[in-house]
């Protein structure tokens, strides 16, 4: 996104101004700032224009220039009405030299979770892939996953919704209690991270969001809820958004940032749980998770170590 535009957008919020003094202050000609000005409004923002200059009067639902008005954190907004996948596209900025971009679709035509597996990823969701250059090692790139589930369950809980974290990075939200033996919890949002470096750096990494948002449950699979089901009416995505890429700018990949904050959410530890590794099957109680996100789980043979795999819960340890 344009920064002068951005400054434009920032001034006429904090209007009104005139057209001479934002061409003074930004070191741009009169002809400029009228041409900003009215991209603004092509993008759906309302703004007035008196004999005290121009004000700002309404702000769009959802967009680039929106997301980036008001975003306390250091990224570039790129927006589309429909994508593929944002992480393809992501992927295809840092082969260029991008970095500190967000790339963000109303809705994708070709999303896919952990595992290669489908994502639905219809119009009103949250779709967002992160482009960063960490000065980290490769080894540490977990942590950046889990800073981002951290983050969308921030903001789905600033929203309203009681959201956990399923290890390593699914965000649930409990349904219905239909049963009788306590909540459903159906998949909220998902993360896929990727990455490209050197044994030593990583040259550049791409963190994918999905966030079931203002999406219908009709929209979704059984297995999954949204932040519109979880509060009977929608929420402001733009807002909500923020809210994620702050909190992810904040958490950066620190373990001791990120791990208690990954603990405070967890749904996982406590649970007796099934994790399907690449060497075999782990049963047993989820008791902690450690640096750079690996899940602890006490079996009958002692505590193993679990770096990746396929986690399910099976019950609560206390459970009679």
């Not at 306390?72 to 429909?82: G, K, L, Q, R």
């Not at 974290?165 to 219905?176: E, G, Q, S, T, Y």
């Not at 948002?213 to 059984?222: E, H, I, K, T």
């Amino acid at each position: 996104m344009n920064e002068t535009r951005r400054r434009v957008l920032a001034a006429l919020a904090d209007g009104p101004v005139s057209g001479p003094e934002l061409a003074d202050e930004l070191g741009v000609s009169r002809a400029a700032v009228w041409k900003h000005v009215e991209a603004i409004r092509g993008a759906g923002f309302g703004v007035e224009s008196g004999d005290d200059g121009y004000r700002l009067t309404a702000v769009p639902e959802y967009g680039g220039l929106a997301i980036a008005h008001g975003l306390d954190a250091p990224y570039e907004i790129e927006y589309h009405d429909s994508l593929g996948s944002t992480n393809d596209s992501a992927r295809e900025l840092a082969d260029e030299g991008a970095s500190d971009v967000v790339v963000v679709a109303d809705e994708q035509t070709g999303g896919r979770g952990r595992l290669d597996r489908e994502w639905a990823a219809p119009p009103g969701g949250v779709y967002a892939s992160i482009l960063t250059r960490p000065t980290v090692p490769p080894s540490q790139v977990p942590l950046a996953t889990l800073a981002a589930a951290v983050a969308v369950t921030r903001a789905a809980r600033e929203a309203g919704v009681d959201a956990r974290i399923k290890w390593p990075n699914d965000v649930l939200a409990p349904v219905d209690d239909v049963a009788g033996d306590g909540p459903e919890y159906r998949k909220l949002a998902g993360i896929l991270t990727e990455m490209e470096g050197e044994a030593d750096r990583v040259s550049w990494l791409v963190v994918g969001i999905g966030v079931n948002a203002n999406v219908a449950a009709g929209d979704l699979p059984p297995t999954a809820t949204s932040l519109r089901e979880q509060l009977g009416e929608g929420v402001d995505r733009q807002v909500f958004l923020q809210r994620v890429l702050e909190a992810y700018n904040e958490l950066g990949t620190d373990p001791d940032t990120v791990l208690p904050a990954w603990r405070e959410h967890a749904l996982t530890l406590g649970q007796r749980v099934r994790v399907e590794t690449p060497s075999g099957e782990v049963v047993g109680e989820a008791v902690d998770v450690a640096s750079p996100g690996a899940l602890l789980v006490e079996t009958d043979d002692g505590v193993v170590r679990v770096s990746a795999g396929d986690c399910e819960h099976l019950r609560p340890v206390d459970a009679s």
